[in-house]
Every structure is written in C-alpha cells, then in structure tokens.
C-alpha cells in the first residue's frame, strides 16, 4: 500500500504549482484536511473495509471539517489481496457524508502490484493535481 501511495504522490508532484503533502492516516490531522485542495485516501483492504487508521481519520475530523470541506475533490485507491471493494464502498460512503467531489474512478489493486498498476495510481495522482491546478473541479 506504502509503495502505491508513494508512488501516487510521485504522480502528483509532476504539477509544478501543486505541493503535496504525504502522510500516513495516523499522522493526519483536521489542519491537513482544512488546508488542502483535494485528497487521495488510500487504503489496504482489511476484513471487508478500510484499514482502521483511515476510519479513525474520518472519524477524528468529520465534526470540524465537513461544512467547510463540500465539494473538495477526492480519489480513493485500494490494495486488496483479492477484492478490495468493500473498503472502496465504505471510503466512498463516507466521503459522500462530507459530500466530497469524486473526480475520477477508484483504482483497486489485486495482489502484488504490478508496474502498470504503479504506473495507474502515478496517472491518478497526476490527474488530482492536474485538475486542481487547472482549476476544472
Ligand atoms: C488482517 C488482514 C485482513 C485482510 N482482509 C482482506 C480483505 O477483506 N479483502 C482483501 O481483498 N484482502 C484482505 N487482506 C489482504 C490485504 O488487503 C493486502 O495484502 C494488502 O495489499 C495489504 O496492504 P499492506 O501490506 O500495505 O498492509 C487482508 C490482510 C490482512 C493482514
């Protein structure tokens, strides 16, 4: 999942007028959230959902951030030893609670990523940061 997601961030970091910010859910606070322009959540799948720290991450900044995060534009990307849409379902749930704006499909990763799936979350993070910086979300 750590590759992916670095490699997402790798993606993202191609806009030059984007700065991205990193962080493991743990470590992720309602300041982060209040102060970006989009967000990728990813996630292993873990017995049918979402790894227990994005859950946490939801649960510690719903509250405070939700009014004043409508409409942020988000990407969801998984990693899943051999399904992967229960935690893709769930984030999407919650991200409907916040009324975030889906800019594109989550990707769902089955098994050992393989280059093309790296090379399919970097396009991913691109694409956020692209479109942000454009200002088309
Ligand atoms: C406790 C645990 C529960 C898991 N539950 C699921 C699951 O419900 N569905 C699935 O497709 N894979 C499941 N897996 C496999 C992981 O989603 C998969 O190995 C993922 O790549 C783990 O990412 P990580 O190595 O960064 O933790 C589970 C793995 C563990 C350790």
Redesign the pocket.
């Known amino acids: 999942?750590?590759a992916l997601a670095r490699r997402l961030a790798k993606g993202a970091g191609k806009e030059e007028n984007v700065s991205v910010t990193f962080k493991k859910a743990v470590d992720a606070c309602l300041e982060d959230l209040l102060n970006c322009s989009g967000i990728a959540i990813g996630s292993?799948?873990?017995?049918?959902t979402m790894a227990g720290m994005i859950k946490d991450f939801f649960d510690r900044t719903y509250d405070a951030a939700q009014a004043q995060t409508i409409g942020l534009p988000y990407i969801v990307f998984v990693?899943?030893?051999?399904?992967?849409r229960?935690a893709i379902t769930q984030i999407e749930r919650i991200a409907a609670g916040y009324k975030w704006k889906k800019v594109q499909e989550a990707i769902r990763v089955v098994g050992v990523p393989t280059e093309e799936d790296f090379v399919g979350v970097e396009d991913l993070g691109h694409a956020l940061a692209a479109g942000i910086d454009f200002g088309i979300f």
């Open positions: 999942m750590e292993p799948e873990y017995f049918g990693s899943a030893g051999n399904d992967g229960g």
